[in-house]
């Protein structure tokens, strides 16, 4: 075995210009798969600007703001002016509310499952105690079940809740409602909050809270200067998620909204039915544009941060 | 058995100035164990990879028994290399571990399994062949780690830190073990270390490394008595340093002359340079003696097996250590006669910073 | 009674509450009315009618069974082939070269984007009037649309597959390289050094060492793939029809008796999912006990 075959190397010459070779095949490949993992978005540019792109052109002839306009979102051709526009938006067109409401409920869900979710999220992360496998489990479940198996339950549920406390005098709403559709949007965010805040405190160290109380800190000042700054990164993720992961929502906010609460998927995921690609393209354009931020703002955070991570598989 | 040549080897980062590894030269005899000491980032790991052909050398050569390896890659080099932290596959046995190699080289399974019940008897661990590695303890994962290497019958064996991560009654023993199976195997070994105690408990000789350049090739004894810089004086614990001028085998220093004995004919001390002695060299309290001057005891630590003593002398402090066996102490304001023995004393090469 | 004795019930509470009512109290009502609870159709008495119905009945079963196994090839396609190639393309990464950054971001890319618009771009990347189409359109390669292949809206469900790969492998994507990251190269190095070859390291070293991960990433992915709505909503055809779209179809039908074969079918692909993972974890724990 020690014979090793020193002769059976390759000359010089040849070796280098095997490694050009094998750059080149290298730099091929990698492109070759970016710029198909990435058709799609070309796909929603070139379809969401397109004018009259008759088959087989690559490349349409015309460019246009067609779909644009027709969404509402520009004043009609030949009409552009910044009091124009204004007046369009104004108006607010139905992409517009969309919109608006998608972001208000993402934000409601967001603050709401921090609020929420820190606490529980301390406590497993910082603390031992009997039944804290249950309670995991219990937290955790709602990202492996399929969310059509509750969702339909939960349909029934918030009808017969509603029934329940209209008999009680309580009119409360929650089917077809934003605030209906905000709480169950609660139900697949939860579980990423908590399982990214409660990663952050299992490496925080509660000593420096005890030792800020030494110094003369009180609970509130405590929480601001000590806890607050040494958790930020993980919490900025976690409201990252939420909000990615209630922005994302069709299904739930179909089977609850009751056709009454139309953000952006449903409104778009009525539109690709219509056979306009334009449309279809411009409204998927406005609907990935927060995502693509949110991706671009956490990617330094992202490496490692399994909990995290977790959260894109339910986008 | 194999003769390893490395020729002005140079590694080279693009954006780095300074090379991590310049123009080193070194020939290790076949069936040495040697070390490469140096500093933490002193260019000797990027060394070992680059003879295990991990890192590809920006320039120079690198033969064992005179033919070039350097286009070899790392799987056919037959130069193994044992990880500081033994990289021991989590997922397999101890024995799948060790039998690796031979895996890799499509060995029939029997005579895997007879190779590797000898290869753990080498290492003294026999029996442990279906534990998990995460079940060992860190010696015993440094020991299937060497067995995984030897395994292959390697023509050069590579050791990285191989006692650094071990405590201090776990090193002996690997350092018989180590030394035992590489004289029974005659395997050229060449191992890494920060460490100078580590070097000079295993090592034939040792290759001083500092900033990616060779500094002194020598015999641990050697290292000790003749150390040829000030920076190697002090790397291997010298503290007392004092100008002086040569002339022969006199040295002039502003307090007085000092004899000392030459070295070999490579070992030529400057003309003009720092004359060097270990604390534990000097010889306090016997006026008579060669070499002694007078000093005054500046201050004194007790530390149980030994007595450090601060000496001034002239304008310069210098340390002593004094073994509790010897008689007599010295307290502190104390004048004392200094002796600095003739063959202890040495001539370097003081620091270019300096 | 202490505070100290509240604190953590307290902490935990209103999380554990929210998914205990919203989620699980909505299982298991939906369970109650797929054995046909019904109290406002006057039903109270429960029974496996509407599993049998769905399952055997001559109405519904030839659907239900090819709607089942169209739902496994999907889930199975998806998570393994998005899996295999999110571990290739992880690897290419792997080397430091120019433009390694803006390669990752486009790798990345998809990762945020929801499900529904990736399957939108499915339909303008893959349908017969296609951006691909076009491309084979302008190489000559085919004269007119209908002579691309129907890869959308087809009856074998590569179009819902290929919607779950162009997801699922910036999913897979991120978790493997991280876990590359954090084992670094040493232990490929270590092997090299014994003499294993390039394939040999990664059969040996990198594929065992990534599995743990890999497999976790994988569960998250065949249980979101077998049970999404959208995907297959907008990509399947009527039939076969995967089980989410069937569950939704039975529910939404304006007869209420159907509405107990839907609940029913949202219960067969949560129990289907759950003994997957429960045989996953049954798997695992028992490689962690031997290890």
């Not at chain 1, 139900?187 to 805040?197: A, I």
């Not at chain 1, 000593?207 to 509130?220: H, I, N, V, W």
């Not at chain 1, 539109?271 to 406005?286: E, F, K, Q, R, T």
């Amino acid at each position: 075995m020690t014979d090793v075959t020193v002769k059976e190397l390759a000359p010089a010459d040849r070796s280098a210009g095997k490694r050009a070779t094998g750059k080149i095949v290298f730099y091929a490949t990698v492109i070759f798969m970016c710029v198909v993992l990435v058709l799609p978005v070309i796909a929603f540019f070139i379809n969401a600007f397109a004018f009259r792109w008759f088959y087989p052109q690559l490349i349409p002839d015309e460019w246009s703001l067609q779909a644009w306009q027709r969404l509402g979102l520009l004043p009609p051709p030949g009409q552009f002016s910044i009091e124009n526009l204004f007046a369009q938006w104004a108006s607010v067109p139905d992409v517009v509310r969309a919109l608006g409401l998608s972001l208000w409920i993402g934000f409601l869900v967001t603050g709401v499952s921090i609020v929420i979710g820190m606490p529980a999220a301390r406590a497993l992360g910082m603390y031992s105690f009997r039944g804290k496998r249950l309670i995991e489990f219990i937290i955790i479940t709602p990202t492996i079940v399929p969310p059509i198996a509750f969702s339909l339950g939960l349909n029934i549920n918030f009808i017969r809740w509603d029934l329940a406390l209209e008999a009680a005098g309580i009119n409360l709403g929650l089917s077809g409602s934003v605030l209906g559709v905000s709480i169950v949007h609660l139900v697949p965010v939860m579980p990423y909050v908590v399982l990214t805040l409660s990663g952050v405190f299992a490496n925080y160290n509660a000593d420096f809270e005890a030792q800020a109380r030494t110094l003369g800190a009180g609970p509130f000042r405590t929480f601001w200067h000590v806890t607050f700054p040494a958790i930020l990164p993980g919490l900025f993720v976690a409201c990252l998620f939420a909000f990615l992961v209630s922005w994302s929502q069709y299904l739930l906010t179909f089977l609850i909204g009751q056709g009454r609460v139309i953000t952006l998927p449903i409104l778009l995921f009525s539109a690709a039915g219509s056979g306009n690609n334009a449309v279809i393209a411009a409204l998927s354009l406005i609907f990935i544009a927060p995502a693509v931020l949110i991706l671009l703002v956490s990617s330094r955070y992202l490496s490692g941060e399994s909990g995290a991570v977790g959260g894109f598989g339910r986008v | 058995m194999t003769h390893v040549r490395i020729n002005n080897l140079t590694k080279a980062y693009s954006g780095v100035d300074a090379p991590a590894v310049a123009d080193l030269d070194l020939d290790i005899p076949s069936g040495r164990l040697i070390a490469l000491l140096g500093p933490s980032g002193c260019g000797k790991t990027t060394t070992l990879k680059m003879i295990a052909g991990l890192i590809r050398p920006t320039a120079g050569d690198i033969t064992f028994d005179g033919d070039s390896i350097v286009r070899i890659p790392p799987e056919k080099r037959g130069a193994v290399m044992v990880f500081q932290n033994y990289l021991l596959f989590p997922y397999m046995s101890v024995g799948q571990n060790v039998g690796f190699g031979l895996k890799m080289a499509g060995v029939d399974p029997k005579t895997i399994d007879q190779r590797v019940k000898e290869m753990l008897n080498l290492v003294r661990l026999p029996d442990i062949s279906d534990r998990r590695p995460k079940q060992l303890s860190g010696g015993q994962q440094q020991r299937v780690a060497l067995a995984r290497a030897l395994i292959t019958k390697p023509r050069v064996l590579l050791l990285d830190e191989p006692l650094s991560n071990l405590d201090a009654h776990l090193r002996d023993e690997m350092r018989e073990l180590i030394l035992s199976v590489q004289r029974d195997l005659g395997i050229t070994t060449i191992f890494v270390t920060h460490d100078q105690e580590e070097a000079v408990l295993l090592a034939d000789r040792i290759a001083m490394i500092f900033d990616g350049r060779l500094q002194q090739f020598a015999s641990p004894d050697v290292f000790y008595r003749h150390p040829a810089s000030e920076r190697i004086a002090r790397f291997l614990g010298g503290v007392n340093f004092l100008p002086g001028k040569r002339q022969g085998d006199t040295v002039e220093t502003d307090v007085g002359s000092f004899r000392f004995a030459p070295g070999g004919e490579d070992e030529r001390p400057p003309e003009d340079g720092l004359l060097t002695i270990r604390p534990e060299q000097i010889v306090l309290g016997q006026p008579t003696a060669e070499n002694t001057v007078q000093g005054r005891v500046v201050s004194r630590i007790f530390v149980g097996t030994y007595t450090r003593y601060r000496l001034a002398l002239g304008s310069h402090q210098i340390e002593a250590v004094r073994s509790a066996d010897v008689a007599g102490d010295f307290a502190e304001g104390q004048d004392v006669p200094i002796g600095f023995p003739a063959d202890r004393v040495w001539m370097v090469r003081p620091d270019q910073a300096a | 009674m202490s505070w100290e004795r509240w604190r953590i019930p307290l902490m935990l509470g209103p999380t554990v509450l929210i998914i205990l009512v919203l989620f699980f109290g909505s299982l298991g009502f939906g369970f109650l009315q797929s054995l046909g609870f019904q109290p406002q159709l006057g039903n109270t008495e429960l029974n496996f009618d509407a599993y049998i119905s769905v399952m055997f009945s001559e109405e519904h079963s030839s659907r239900f069974w090819a709607g089942l196994l169209l739902t496994f090839w999907v889930a199975f396609a998806s998570t393994f082939i998005s899996a295999a190639l999110a571990i290739a393309i992880a690897l290419l990464l792997r080397r430091t070269f120019f433009g390694k950054r803006l390669a990752v971001f486009l790798f990345q890319l998809n990762l945020p984007i929801p499900h529904l618009v990736i399957a939108i771009g499915m339909i303008l990347v893959f349908s017969q009037s296609g951006l691909l189409s076009r491309v084979a359109g302008e190489l000559g390669l085919i004269s007119s649309p209908r002579e691309f292949p129907v890869l959308v809206r087809d009856s074998s469900g590569i179009g819902i597959i290929l919607a779950y790969v162009w997801k699922e492998i910036a999913f897979f994507g991120i978790i493997v390289m991280a876990i590359l990251q954090s084992l670094g190269e040493d232990y490929e190095a270590a092997a090299q050094s014994l003499g294993a070859n390039r394939w040999q390291r990664f059969r040996y070293v990198t594929l065992p060492l990534i599995m743990p991960g890999l497999m976790s990433a994988s569960i998250i992915v065949f249980a979101f793939t077998f049970g999404t709505y959208e995907v297959p909503r907008i990509l399947g055809v009527r039939h076969p029809e995967m089980l989410p779209v069937m569950a939704l179809d039975f529910f939404l039908n304006p007869d209420l008796n159907a509405r107990a074969e839907g609940m029913a079918l949202s219960i067969i692909i949560a129990v289907i999912v759950l003994i997957l993972v429960l045989i996953y974890m049954y798997i695992s724990a028992r490689t962690i006990r031997r290890g």
